[in-house]
């Protein structure tokens, strides 16, 4: 230990290296899908809640009164304008935030993304999305990422964010938009798939079979979580799950998804629909038999 006090004293006598201390709203958004998935599967509230202060920190300094969000936040500042990868992947974030806690405010917030996303960056000519947004800084040549690096491209998370909305929210034009993305880029999928992987993971979901669960109930109640606990135990990749809560809950998103106005418990009782292309089997309450028709309609 001396020698280490010793070696750290004379280090302190030279310069420090620089550190880069920015906080970006994309890689925000990767963590935060991160931590919520990892809340959810492993059933531990602190991943939940880190990735609920992130969520919040963005909503305090990176996301605009206009509705739009800034790409970077540094010692207090923010700034720059924010980029395909932005809107993507902090929409990615919220949906997983959704569907480990199902608080509205995060699904309003990622179609909130979505529409901008597609105002902003879609190229309504040739299918995909831009990199920079349709008002962003002139340039000789508009770029467009769709290939996975080290990390996800935002256009492939676009794909794959459009068609979990559609999907959850009964939105079949919102995944035109998507398949019509991925279509622009069909040869070099086939030619590369390996450099595709996040694009072929929302066209998995996409081609299917998949199903949507939805499950009505107060989202309190133990047998609410009841159902909800078996449906996080299996791997079902190619689901999209949206709760349905009281009709006089505060938030219900029955305008978000009508659909869910239907949809109800029975004798008070939290309910399960399996559905498929929102085609939905008999309502159960018990966990047991929703599973089993999961299972009848593999995911």
Request: hydrophobic letters at 45%; a positive charge; charged letters at 25%.
């Amino acid at each position: 230990w001396r020698s280490r006090r010793r070696l750290f004293a004379a280090r302190e006598q030279r310069p420090r290296p620089l550190r880069d201390d920015k906080i970006l709203t994309d890689w925000n958004g990767l963590m935060i899908a991160a931590l919520a998935l990892a809340g959810r599967v492993l059933e531990d509230a602190r991943y939940t809640g880190a990735a609920a202060r992130a969520v919040g920190f963005i909503r305090r300094f990176l996301w605009r009164e206009d509705g739009r969000l800034w790409h970077r936040y540094r010692q207090g500042h923010a700034g720059l304008q924010a980029n395909l990868d932005d809107y993507a992947f902090l929409c990615w974030g919220l949906l997983e935030c959704y569907e480990t806690t199902f608080e509205p405010r995060y699904l309003r917030e990622a179609v909130q993304l979505a529409e901008q996303m597609i105002a902003l960056f879609e190229d309504a000519g040739r299918g995909g999305f831009f990199f920079t947004p349709s008002d962003g800084e002139p340039l000789l040549i508009r770029p467009k990422e769709p290939y996975d690096n080290a990390y996800p491209s935002g256009h492939s998370v676009a794909v794959l964010v459009l068609i979990r909305l559609a999907r959850m929210l009964g939105r079949p034009a919102w995944e035109d938009r998507a398949i019509r993305a991925a279509r622009a880029y069909g040869e070099a999928v086939r030619r590369h798939p390996s450099a595709f992987t996040a694009l072929l993971t929302g066209l998995d979901l996409a081609i299917g079979p998949s199903v949507e669960v939805v499950i009505a109930g107060d989202p309190a109640a133990a047998d609410t979580q009841a159902l909800l606990t078996a449906l996080r135990r299996p791997y079902l990749p190619r689901k999209v799950v949206m709760l349905r809560p009281a009709d006089d809950a505060p938030d219900a998103c029955f305008d978000l998804a009508p659909y869910l106005v239907h949809q109800r418990s029975l004798e008070g009782r939290a309910t399960a629909y399996v559905c498929r292309n929102l085609q939905c089997d008999q309502p159960t309450t018990d966990p047991a038999v929703m599973l089993a028709r999961l299972q009848e309609a593999p995911a």
